[in-house]
Nanobody, 117 residues
Framework: QVQLVESGGGLVQAGGSLRLSCAASGSIDSINAMGWYRRAPGKQRELVATITSGGTINYEDSLKDRFTISRDNAKNTVYLQMNSLKPEDTAVYYC???????????WGQGTQVTVSS
């Protein structure tokens, strides 16, 4: 089993920054993709960014100028640096890890990010 533990969410003023972390543990396939998704109030979950174990990155186009995803493979940890935050970035942010071999995914419990105006 794989477990994900997210941290780094909180309350920040518009224009501020936050860094989210997500550490994976357990039986992790070496070839995988880790990513961040978010669900804003009243909206569907949406992609923020993903990064594979080989370093291939995919962003939601509207976020790539302000958000940066990175990972430390040795620590099985993915990060999301969020800059110039806006109130519309307020959401629960979820971490995921997907095995590229089995096409299965595990999700974290989510961390709340609230951006005040």
């Amino acid at each position: 089993q794989v477990q994900l533990v997210e941290s780094g969410g909180g309350l920040v003023q518009a224009g501020g920054s936050l860094r989210l972390s997500c550490a994976a543990s357990g039986s992790i396939d070496s070839i995988n993709a880790m990513g961040w998704y978010r669900r804003a109030p009243g909206k569907q979950r949406e992609l923020v960014a993903t990064i594979t174990s080989g370093g291939t990155i995919n962003y939601e186009d509207s976020l790539k100028d302000r958000f940066t995803i990175s990972r430390d493979n040795a620590k099985n940890t993915v990060y999301l640096q969020m800059n110039s935050l806006k109130p519309e970035d307020t959401a629960v942010y979820y971490c995921s890890i997907s095995s590229l071999a089995t096409r299965t995914s595990v999700w974290g419990q989510g961390t709340q990010v609230t951006v005040s105006s």
